[in-house]
């Protein structure tokens, strides 16, 4: 998913490496795995079920954490691919107590064409979408009443709800450029597809608010506190509060 960029080009930071031609940078000790241990813990305490171990425990939060945080890894590093793959690499792939953030420090580059803002922005979708079909044939070989089915069950809905939540049209996620400039291309300006944008938002952040409601409503406390809070910046954007 797109975020705001958080490297600008005066910050100091440390390049570790180059991911499809964009820098891998750190800046001190945010690149420690601070996501990984704390998404382990929860995950590890949401797996209690009678007659489970705690080292049973252990063992399904670790490989629903590597699930979740490896598939959102793998986005980013998709969109970087396409990226590269068009010829507009990304300014900086962040990583950030643990997890990366992709850095465009122009997201209005007048360098890069409509279609390649949109091929750059539609990398991640695709490939939590390609990943659903072996998981999926994956899971069909476990037992239901199986940790391995735990495990691939939320492989499959953490894919389905990482490519899904890409394409919610929110500037700083991918479906926010790829309606800013599937617009563009059909012949409005930068200023009115931004617009259009903004009104899409308001719709967006009363959807996400009454889904994160629901949600609240039915003790799912995660997901529900998540949808308002994505359902609150949405709104916030589409007011004009919050700039791309």
């Known amino acids: 998913m797109k975020k705001p960029p958080v490297v600008t080009p005066i910050d100091e930071v440390d390049v570790v490496g180059h991911v499809f031609g964009a820098p891998l940078v750190v800046k001190g000790h945010t690149w ?99 990943l659903l079909v072996p998981l999926i044939l994956l899971r069909s070989k476990t037992r239901s009443d199986s940790a391995a089915r735990e495990v691939c ?7 389905v709800f990482i490519g899904s939540l890409g394409l919610v049209p929110i500037p700083f996620l991918d479906g926010g450029p790829v309606l800013k400039w599937s617009l563009v ?12 944008v903004r009104k899409a938002d308001r719709t967006v952040g009363a959807v996400l608010s009454l889904a994160g409601l629901l949600a609240l409503l039915k003790r799912k406390f ?16 589409g007011l004009g509060w919050i700039e791309e």
């Open 153 to 159: 069950d939320f492989a499959v809905g953490t894919n």
């Open 185 to 196: 291309r059909s012949g409005l300006s930068v200023e009115a597809a931004e617009e259009t």
């Open 32 to 130: 420690l795995p601070l996501t990984q241990v704390g998404v382990w813990a929860f995950l590890a305490k949401r797996s209690e079920k009678p007659g489970r171990s705690w080292s049973t425990r252990l063992a399904v939060g670790f490989l629903k954490m590597v699930t979740a945080l490896g598939s959102e890894w793998l986005h980013n590093l998709a969109d970087a691919a396409a990226a590269h793959l068009v010829g507009q690499p990304m300014d900086a792939l962040r990583v950030t107590w643990g997890m990366p953030l992709v850095v465009y420090y122009e997201p209005d580059d007048p360098g890069v064409t409509p279609e390649q803002h949109i091929a750059r922005s539609l990398g991640g979708p695709l490939l939590n979408a390609g």
């Open 222 to 237: 995660l997901i529900g506190g998540f949808l308002s809070m994505l359902g609150a910046v949405a709104a916030a954007i």
